[in-house]
């Protein structure tokens, strides 16, 4: 399985400047999968060190000495570790505490070793106890469940990607491709970017069987609450779980978890599952200026689902409804709201915990809303992802009169195009929107 995360992996192993890595990530999104092969591919070898298999090895790490560390291990292990030509990988590091503080000292004393560290309740651990990490010792990474981009190529559509590359707005996708893209945006909807799920849809087709194996990955999300949160709050984050998949792309009340449960009880437990990567908060924010992380409003969000795919899991959606429906109509448009924001996280910055924003204006005289607002360079887009009739871009339009954008963008079923300084890109298209982006500049330069 190929994933667009092994470029800056690569281009990490090669730094002179290296640092050792942290991957993050939810569980089961293929985080042991891409460190093990990028050993086995660019290494002479590989070393896994998984501390929830070989308790024992918690033990190397009594000492924060990287010398000594690797003596314990090799020890243990029966492997050599050696600089520049052996990847070490300390797999469900959240077992071994000392393990991830011993990590700083590898760049101190032995930087020529390459270290990657990951593991699957990592991020409670990391939030939970105090760790320091000094500026310019350890660096995270983060891996998300496959892209759309990832999807099709992984099911061997290569030189569909290829066409797509060279689309751009003088030169459309002819309507025969557009249509065949589109059902691969369904099948993506039913499928998801779950790793295991991809791979299995790749060998045999079954919608049943991905089904099936998405319900199977949701149980052990079900079963590790009871590893990092006491009984009585195990109960709440079983509740919330069950219940977000049923809220995607609504205003959040805590109310409408339960009205019998404390807001301040239910915060904690969306704190948690947004720490282990099951829930993403999208924040509402005023979008006057940049950067727009400064202008989040804590108190106001809605939720993103880890995955599309286990979303239709959760929610038991009718697979005709997928195949016949309009796209963005399907559950009031929150299947539209999440395909597009899981989307945007998936092609941010590895080295970044990307945040999403949408913006709205609740005045008397006037509610507006904008599904999402981007950041690109030093401007800020409004994204609307709403069914593409002219009275759903009243918003798009306000934002843009207001804040004075010199474009907004459109996501739909409808084909690339730019028109009234909007460009509209389809459902297919969004890992395409920094370079469409940049055309339009250019356009715009060129012809004012």
């Known amino acids: 399985m190929q994933r667009t995360i092994e470029k800056a992996l690569l281009e990490w192993k090669t730094s002179l400047d290296r640092l050792p890595i942290i991957l993050r990530g939810a569980r089961q999104v293929g985080k042991s999968y891409i460190v093990e092969k990028l050993g086995k591919e660019h290494f002479e070898n590989v070393v896994i060190a998984n501390f929830e298999e070989e308790k024992r090895l918690s033990l ?18 029966a492997a050599r570790i050696l600089p520049r030509k052996t990847l070490l990988f300390l797999d469900e590091i959240q077992e071994c505490p000392q393990a991830i503080l011993a990590l700083r000292y590898f760049k101190e004393k032995m930087p020529e070793l390459h270290v990657i560290a990951a593991g699957s309740l990592l991020e409670f651990v990391l939030n939970e106890i105090e760790f320091s990490f000094p500026v310019g010792r350890v660096q995270f990474m983060y891996l998300k469940p496959l892209s759309f ?62 089904q099936r194996r998405q ?5 052990t999300y079900y079963n ?9 709050q195990h109960k709440y984050l079983q509740k919330i779980f069950e219940k977000v998949p049923l809220l ?19 915060k904690i437990a969306l704190e948690q599952l947004k720490w282990v990567g099951l829930i993403q908060r999208i924040f509402s924010n005023n979008a006057s200026g940049i950067p727009l992380k400064s202008q989040k409003k804590e108190n106001k969000f809605k939720l993103l689902f880890l995955d599309i795919g286990l979303l239709q899991a959760a929610t038991l959606i009718d697979y ?6 309009n796209i963005l109509q399907i559950n009031a448009g929150a299947i539209a709201e999440q395909l597009v924001g899981q989307e945007l996280l998936a092609y941010g910055d590895v080295y970044e915990d990307q945040e999403l924003y949408f913006w709205e204006r609740d005045k008397k005289t006037s509610i507006a809303e904008v599904d999402y607002v981007l950041q690109q360079g030093s401007q800020i887009i409004p994204i609307e992802v709403k069914a593409g009739k002219t009275g759903r871009l009243k918003s798009l339009q306000q934002f843009m009169e207001e804040k004075k954008a010199p474009f907004g963008i459109r996501i739909s079923q409808n084909p690339l ?32």
């Open 60 to 77: 190397c790490f009594d000492t924060l000495l990287p010398a000594e560390i690797i003596s314990k291990l090799e020890a243990l292990l």
């Open 149 to 210: 981009q990832e999807f099709l190529f992984n099911l061997g559509q290569e030189k569909l990607l290829d066409r797509l590359n060279k689309i751009t707005l003088e030169n459309p996708l002819e309507p025969l491709f557009h249509d065949h893209l589109l059902q691969f945006v369904r099948q993506y909807l039913l499928v998801g970017g779950m790793p295991a799920v991809v791979n299995l849809f790749s060998k045999k087709s079954s919608y049943l069987e991905c």
């Open 215 to 219: 319900k199977a990955i949701m149980q």
């Open 224 to 232: 590790d609450f009871s590893k990092y949160a006491g009984k009585v």
């Open 248 to 266: 995607i792309g609504q205003h959040f009340k805590y109310s409408s978890i339960d009205p019998e449960i404390r807001s301040e009880i239910i």
């Open 320 to 325: 005709a409804a997928i195949f016949e429906e």
């Open 417 to 448: 195009s730019f028109e009234k300084n909007i460009l509209s890109i389809p459902l297919y298209m969004i890992f395409e929107i920094p370079r469409l982006l940049k055309e339009l500049r250019t356009k715009i330069h060129t012809n004012p």
